[in-house]
């Protein structure tokens, strides 16, 4: 059994969900947080069952609070952390006009601020270590417009330049900072309508696990480092 520990945000549903299945079955100890807990549970009894380690932790990412106790019942069970998956997120599909000062608070608390409260967390303890690695999940609306996605674009490409900024910082303390941008995914961030519609298009969330686990498996001397993963037929 490989010890590393890897933290996965957002992992109760989705795309995070099957990362953490991915990760187990690869052998690494797997961390799942999220807001809801007894979704988390299920997917930890799941992973006992079949005899790997596995923790639930409640986190809500836009709290600074929530964060710093997640990371700190981490190190207390396990002493250590080696990876962060910056995967929680959330979205309106509104128009600009449409949008609300509360949505833009919502989304940028979750999917920008969420995500460096969680960096800020587990930087010291990789920067001790002198090793780590931070995947974030961001979107392809991190360099492309659509519709009805503005703040949601702003949130991942404020995330991916963030994000490039730190790896620049970090890479020569032998922190790894890796981004994968997916277009569509068939999980229920998507309507039932858009689901049902594009279903034969979506890529699966399992396939952004695979990828994800291909990203973190890499020798020690090589970063993978932002990564496009589109539909064959592109877009919807
Ligand atoms: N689906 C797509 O087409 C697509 C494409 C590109 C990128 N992405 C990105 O992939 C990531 C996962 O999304 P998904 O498609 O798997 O959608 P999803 O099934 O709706 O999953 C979103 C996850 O984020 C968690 N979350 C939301 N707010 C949170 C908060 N404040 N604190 C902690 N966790 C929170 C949710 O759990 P709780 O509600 O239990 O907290 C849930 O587990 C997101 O960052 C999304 O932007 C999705």
């Not at 992992?11 to 988390?40: C, D, H, M, N, P």
């Not at 291909?214 to 001397?221: E, I, L, M, R």
Request: with cysteine.
């Amino acid at each position: 059994m490989n010890n590393k520990v890897v933290w996965i945000t957002g992992a109760s549903t989705g795309i995070g969900k099957e990362i953490a299945k991915v990760f187990s079955k690869s052998g690494y100890v797997v961390v799942v947080s999220s807001r809801r807990k007894s979704r988390l549970v299920g997917i930890v009894s799941e992973i006992k069952f079949a005899g790997r380690e596995a923790s639930a932790f409640v986190c809500n990412v836009a709290s600074e609070r929530s964060v710093q106790l997640t990371l700190k019942r981490i190190i207390e069970k396990y002493g250590r952390i080696d990876a962060l998956i910056n995967n929680a997120g959330v979205t309106a599909f509104k128009s600009f006009l449409e949008t609300k000062v509360y949505d833009f608070d919502y989304i940028m608390n979750i999917n920008l601020r969420g995500a460096f409260l969680c960096m800020k967390a587990v930087l010291p303890k990789m920067v001790k270590a002198r090793r780590g690695h931070i995947i974030n999940i961001l979107s392809v609306a991190a360099n492309t417009v659509f519709d009805n996605s503005s703040v949601y674009s702003a949130s991942k490409a404020g995330l991916l330049l963030l994000s490039q900024s730190l790896r620049k910082e970090v890479r020569k303390l032998n922190i790894k900072v890796s981004n994968i941008l997916p277009g569509a995914v068939e999980t229920g961030m998507w309507d039932a309508r858009t689901r049902q519609k594009y279903k034969n298009r979506m890529i699966s969330p399992a396939d952004i696990a695979e990828i994800t686990l291909q990203v973190f498996n890499q020798p020690k001397k090589v970063l993978i480092e932002d990564v496009v993963v589109r539909p064959v037929k592109g877009d919807i």
